[in-house]
């Protein structure tokens, strides 16, 4: 199989090439780079046994649909994103241009490309809004009632596959993650919470919790999110499934299980709570279960180990 991965050099994108050139696949890699970072991709670049191409490519170029008409891959794992909620806010023009308009260039590449399928990165934590604590964990049958413009463009992305699928036999996938974490990923932006406390505990500096700890997230790996985006280049079309554990991990519980990990026995320091934070968020991985075969298997304290490892032995490289 030809493969094509938007985002291909982010954490996510990066770890799901690795994965598809170990099975066997072409693979080819657009990215601007704005997140992402061609380290990611020394494997998939220097193995010459592997088929891989990378292109530096904003989503938003029109450059983006005659190279994928070009490279014609059979399956698009569309991952690249302005992922930061509260740069939407701030910038919501900004926000739209990448995740509506991008993703509209992609859906176009496709179409023009022959492509089979587009598997997509979608948001658990942003599509669904506030959801009340007893539809927790949440399920896909929820009101999609976003509150954010990340959230409104990822619904809005969502709409557009339905579109493609109807108008033009463009089969998809979406998958709405929840928290991602795993190596890789940035520990100096905002989104990664284990990253940012692996990046502070191993460098001897104080983490910071906003509010009192007791929100919660979905944390799921990123081995265990790649394995799913693979199952979907196969199975699940037509379908918007939930990819993460079903299970609530508050922010104090993951500080203190790293921070052991860590040898770290300091406190964290709290400072105030951040606005618009979700309270609570976890996703029922049922239909993924069903649909996908897919089932998360990395627990937390497996996860953030590996997280700590990985970041200790950058430091050292």
Known sequence: ????VTGGAGFIGSTLVDR????????????????GSLSNLVDARSNPDHDFTFQRLDVRSEQVVPIMARRQPEVVFHLAAQADVRVSVAKPVF???????????VLEGARQAGARKVVFASSGGTIYGDVDP???P???????????????AKKTAGDYLVAYRELHQLEFTALALANVYGPRQDPHGEAGVVAIFAGRLLAGERCKIFGDGE??????????????FVR??????????????????????????????AGVAEPAEYAPERPGELRRSSLDPGRATI?????????MDVGSRSVLDWFGSARES
Do not use: C
């Not at 649909?291 to 627990?299: D, E, I, V």
């Open 95 to 105: 926000d739209a241009e990448v995740n509506i308009l991008g993703t509209l260039q």
């Open 134 to 136: 007893s539809d927790l």
């Open 20 to 35: 598809l050139l170990a099975e066997g696949h072409a693979v080819d890699a657009l990215d601007d780079l704005s997140t």
């Open 291 to 299: 649909h996908l075969g897919w089932k998360p298997w990395t627990t």
């Open 138 to 152: 949440a399920r896909e049958t929820l009101p999609q009632r976003p509150l954010s413009p990340y959230g409104v």
């Open 232 to 261: 979907a280049g196969e199975r699940g079309d037509g379908l918007l499934m939930n990819i993460g554990t079903g299970k609530e991990t508050s922010v104090n519980q993951l500080y203190d299980a790293m921070a052991k990990a």
């Open 215 to 228: 929100q919660t997230r979905d944390f799921v790996f990123v081995d265990d999110v790649v394995d799913a």
């Open 1 to 4: 199989m030809r493969a094509l």
